[in-house]
C-alpha cells in the first residue's frame, strides 16, 4: 500500500506597514508569520510574501492578486488592524471578500485580552474569497503567536484555542489541500467524519 504525501498548500503572508515598506526600519511580520507556520504546519509550504503600505487600494489589490492570480488557500496579514487613521486593514479585507468569518476576530480579542486590555481596539477579522481564508492578524511577533496558537497552562494542556486550530478544517470545507499541523504547536479540529489518516 502506497504512502500518501502531504499537500502543497500555498501561503499568502502580508505585513502592512508604511515604515517596513519604505525601508525605515526591518519588518518582523513576515518572518514572524513565516516561523509560527513553518513550525506549525506539517505539509509543504509554497510562500507567497508581500510587504506593502498601509494603504486601503493597494491592500485590496494585493489580496486579489494573492487569491485570484498566485492561487494562495491561505492568506495572513499582520499590521494595520488599529483605530488609528492609517490602520485600514479590516476595511481593505472586507473589499474583496465574498462572506465574512467573524469567528476568528473574535477569539483572537478574546486571547489578546488575557494580555492587555487595550486588545478590545484591535480590528481583525477574516474573510472567504473564492475558495480562499484571509486572516488579518496582529502586528506584534509575540501577538501573532498567541493568536494563532492559543493559551497553555505550564503543562502545555490547551487553555484558550488558538484561532488556527479551526483553519485547516475552514480550508477542507472551502476545497482546498488537506492541512496537517503538529500537535505540540496547534492540534487541528476536524469532526471525526472529515478526518484522513496522517500522510507520510
Request: charge should be neutral; hydrophobic fraction near 40%; charged fraction near 25%.
Amino acid at each position: 500500500m502506497s504512502e500518501v504525501a502531504h499537500d502543497v498548500v500555498r501561503i499568502g503572508v502580508v505585513s502592512i506597514s508604511d515604515r517596513a515598506s519604505s525601508g525605515v526600519y526591518e519588518d518582523k511580520g513576515l518572518p514572524a508569520l513565516q516561523d509560527w507556520l513553518g513550525r506549525a504546519v506539517r505539509n509543504p509550504i509554497a510562500w507567497v510574501p508581500r510587504l506593502i503600505p498601509d494603504e486601503r487600494a493597494g491592500i485590496a489589490a494585493t489580496l486579489r492578486e494573492l487569491v485570484d492570480e498566485a492561487g494562495c488557500h491561505l492568506v495572513l496579514t499582520t499590521g494595520g488592524t488599529g483605530p488609528a487613521p492609517r490602520d485600514v486593514t479590516p476595511e481593505a479585507t472586507r473589499d474583496v471578500a465574498d462572506r465574512d468569518m467573524p469567528g476568528f476576530g473574535e477569539q483572537m480579542r478574546q486571547i489578546s485580552l488575557r494580555f492587555v486590555p487595550t486588545a478590545i481596539l484591535s480590528r481583525q477579522t477574516a474573510v472567504i474569497r473564492g475558495r480562499a481564508l484571509i486572516l488579518n492578524l496582529p502586528g506584534q511577533p509575540k501577538s501573532i503567536a498567541e493568536t494563532l496558537e492559543g493559551l497553555k497552562d505550564t503543562e502545555g494542556k490547551s487553555v484558550v484555542p488558538g484561532i488556527f486550530a479551526a483553519v485547516p478544517y475552514c480550508i477542507d470545507l472551502l476545497g482546498g489541500p488537506y492541512i496537517e499541523t503538529r500537535p505540540e504547536v496547534c492540534a487541528a479540529f476536524r469532526p471525526k467524519s472529515a478526518q484522513r489518516p496522517p500522510a507520510a
